[in-house]
């Protein structure tokens, strides 16, 4: 098993500290859900207007607008937490959008203290634009390996607003350090919401990241008036075009039959309460990516991230026709009834090939983990 040398702080019994970097819908949702199991939360905010009514009110005025909070939920910010304040935190949770995590880790790195680490962990879903790097790249950059190799993933299929509605729900929470992942699942384990553990950090985010794509696609072939097979389809070719990517960087291809995979890939892909599934869809019914991007009012990871997986998979020369295709009527003004033709007009082709060995970005990663080669068949065949 991959370790690192640092692990987080031993698990408080009870009333963990736990701090969460950002107050959109997931970071207020998860806030919700650990102030109601008696934990002290500290939700960080950039918005002013955000923090004082929170405080006053304990409602989000910006998202889940009609959610009561707990009072265990204190506001902070719009400065990120200082080096004292986090040496009191048993938990550090990000859950901001993927394409502002690195400014933020920056800085929340210089206040970090090896000796008195708490646990991180990630939900964002996406990838980075510019360098396709994985959130778990970002961290090693930032951060480096060792914080990297303890940080735990959390994934699966969990709109926010069925979770503070308690609504049954089951995610993946992966880390290289099996410890981590247990006590993330333990603080988050609730009878409404179930924790599996798994050892495969790049094969569950990568998979929250892609099932965004096709959850455009998705989308895109319900706003043109396509049926079930039609959807079908998409789910089951986009699980195909996501196990060669993922397999690419380093995941193990059995990742993407889990939760993080084909359990997100079918909710976001089958309801209209996907962001990204709605920016699809819109697009399907003709309206242009720039007024759908004014008034969606919240982050569709997968716009970004459609433009990272169209340089990763023309580098790495993988068949991904579904993702091109969002790319196209996304970033090149494609008209959506040309793209669906030209997706069914492919000539047939061989329905399963195994995926592509781990490549450029799986050798990358290992690199700045400070492993080698022998270690991928670890990363590719996790035993956690
Ligand atoms: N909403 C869900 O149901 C859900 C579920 C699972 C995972 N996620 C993932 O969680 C992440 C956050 O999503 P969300 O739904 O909370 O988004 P959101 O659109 O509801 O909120 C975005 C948040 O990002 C903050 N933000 C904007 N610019 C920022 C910056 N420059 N620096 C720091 N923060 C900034 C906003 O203040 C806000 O708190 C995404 O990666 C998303 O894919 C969301
Ligand atoms: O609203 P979306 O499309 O960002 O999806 C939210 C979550 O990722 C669902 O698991």
């Given at each position: 098993?991959?370790?690192?040398?640092?692990?987080?702080?031993?698990?408080?019994?009870?009333?963990?500290?736990?701090?969460?970097?950002?107050?959109?819908?997931?970071?207020?949702?998860l806030a919700s859900h650990l102030g109601d199991s008696e934990n002290d939360v500290f939700m960080w905010a950039r918005e002013v207007e955000l923090i004082n009514h929170f405080n006053l009110h304990h409602r989000n005025p910006?998202?889940?607008t009609e959610h009561d909070f707990p009072q265990s939920i204190t506001a902070i910010g719009p400065e990120l937490p200082d080096k004292e304040f986090i040496a009191k935190m048993d938990v550090l949770l990000f859950a901001i959008p993927t394409q502002f995590l690195r400014t933020n880790l920056k800085y929340i790195r210089d206040n970090l203290d090896l000796n008195n680490l708490p646990l991180l962990i990630f939900v964002n879903k996406g990838i980075e634009v510019g360098t396709h790097a994985l959130t778990l790249e970002i961290i090693v950059d930032t951060?480096?390996?060792?914080?990297?190799?303890?940080?735990?993933?959390?994934?699966?299929?969990s709109f926010a607003k069925e979770i503070?509605?308690?609504?049954?729900?089951?995610?993946?929470?992966?880390?290289?350090?099996?410890?981590?992942?247990?006590?993330?699942?333990?603080?988050?384990?609730?009878?409404?919401?179930?924790?599996?553990?798994?050892?495969?950090?790049?094969?569950?985010?990568?998979?929250g990241a892609l099932k965004n794509v096709y959850?455009?696609?998705?989308?895109?072939?319900?706003?043109?008036?396509?049926?079930?097979?039609?959807?079908?389809?998409?789910?089951?070719?986009?699980?195909?075009?996501?196990?060669?990517?993922?397999?690419?960087?380093?995941a193990s291809p059995l990742t993407f039959l889990g939760l993080s995979g084909v359990g997100d890939l079918f909710l976001t892909c089958s309801s209209s309460n996907s962001r990204n599934y709605t920016v699809g869809y819109r697009l399907g019914k003709g309206e242009s990516l720039e007024e759908i991007m004014k008034?969606?009012?919240?982050?569709?990871?997968?716009?970004?991230?459609t433009k990272a997986v169209k340089k990763v998979i023309e580098e790495l020369g993988i068949n991904a026709p579904i993702a091109t295709a969002v790319y196209e009527v996304l970033y090149e003004g494609k008209d959506t009834k040309v793209a669906v033709r030209e997706l069914m007009e492919l000539p047939p082709s061989r329905e399963?090939?195994?995926?592509?060995?781990?490549?450029?970005?799986?050798?990358?990663?290992?690199?700045?983990?400070?492993?080698?080669?022998?270690?991928?068949?670890?990363?590719m065949h996790p035993r956690l």
């Open positions: 098993m991959i370790t690192s040398t640092v692990s987080s702080k031993p698990q408080p019994a009870s009333n963990s500290k736990v701090c969460i970097i950002g107050a959109g819908n997931f970071g207020s949702c910006l998202y889940l951060c480096g390996p060792e914080i990297a190799k303890a940080a735990t993933f959390i994934s699966g299929p503070v509605d308690r609504q049954p729900t089951s995610v993946s929470v992966a880390s290289f350090t099996e410890s981590e992942a247990q006590k993330a699942a333990n603080l988050f384990h609730q009878p409404h919401f179930r924790c599996y553990t798994g050892g495969d950090p790049i094969g569950i985010e990568l998979s959850a455009i696609a998705s989308g895109m072939s319900d706003g043109l008036g396509f049926q079930n097979n039609t959807r079908a389809m998409i789910i089951t070719r986009g699980l195909a075009e996501l196990t060669c990517i993922g397999t690419a960087y380093g008034t969606l009012g919240s982050v569709a990871e997968g716009v970004s991230t399963l090939d195994l995926p592509p060995t781990a490549g450029g970005p799986a050798r990358r990663l290992l690199t700045k983990l400070g492993m080698d080669s022998s270690d991928l068949d670890l990363l």
